[in-house]
């Protein structure tokens, strides 16, 4: 294959149920545009089949996809990082591999990029149902949060779906610290902090619920005010 445009990598930790489906759904979206692309697996030390299913995707199509496996779990943020220093295309991005943000918005994030933006990401416009309440009240709560606490402007920075211009995020990239879920609230606040022009995009969040949560509400509550404490002091005292 000719240099692709775009990379998409697609971190995963258990993902079997769904995977196999959920890329057929992102290659049906990109065969349907003009952009050559790839997709970057990289495994987080899946302790389910997903190891498996990613191997199939990859003998069935060598040219157009990398794989990386993660011997131990190192976290979310550490597993979309390594995929994007994987890529050389001139865009790269990533969006959770469950499709709760669909994967029909990758081409509108990747237009955004080609019109001078250096990061596209969705901007979550949830879907309210009495079985979620409690996580959409808390998901805006994170958000408002962040803004009070951070003093930037952005609308949804823990969103999972999230592209760039990669020779201009690189640097950006190199800044963060955090290895886990508070990756995404870093990278887009230094990114906003470094002047890099940002489009958050409204996209349609829709909850699944065939599949189980990888999210523990209290503790990821206690662990987000944690992080969102060190994270604010270090950029007070302009520690990198």
Wanted: net charge positive; with cysteine; aromatic share 12%.
């Amino acid at each position: 294959m000719n240099e692709p445009d775009v990379s998409i990598v697609i971190a995963c930790y258990n993902e079997a149920g769904h995977l196999k489906q959920s890329v057929s759904e992102v290659r049906a979206v990109m065969d349907q545009t003009r952009y050559r692309y790839e997709l970057i697996f990289v495994d987080d030390c899946s302790q389910d089949g997903t190891r498996d299913i990613i191997r199939d995707i990859a003998s069935s199509d060598p040219a157009r996809v990398k794989v990386r496996f993660h011997e131990t779990n190192l976290g979310r943020g550490a597993t979309v990082s390594d995929g994007i220093r994987l890529s050389e295309a001139q865009y790269v991005g990533f969006l959770d591999i469950d499709l709760e943000v669909h994967a029909r918005y990758i081409p509108t994030m990747i237009l955004a990029l080609q019109n001078g933006y250096d990061v596209a990401t969705a901007y979550r416009i949830y879907r309210v149902t009495p079985r979620k309440l409690v996580r959409h009240v808390t998901s805006y709560g994170y958000r408002y949060l962040s803004r009070a606490v951070l003093g930037h402007r952005l609308l949804d920075t823990e969103t999972g779906y999230k592209f760039f211009n990669r020779a201009r995020i690189l640097p950006t990239l190199a800044e963060t610290r955090d290895r886990g879920w508070f990756w995404d609230t870093e990278i887009m606040v230094y990114a906003w902090r470094n002047g890099l022009k940002i489009q958050e995009i409204p996209c349609l969040f829709a909850h699944r619920f065939d599949k189980k949560s990888t999210i523990s509400l209290h503790k990821d509550i206690r662990d987000y005010l944690v992080n969102l404490y060190r994270f604010n002091k270090r950029l007070r005292h302009g520690s990198i």
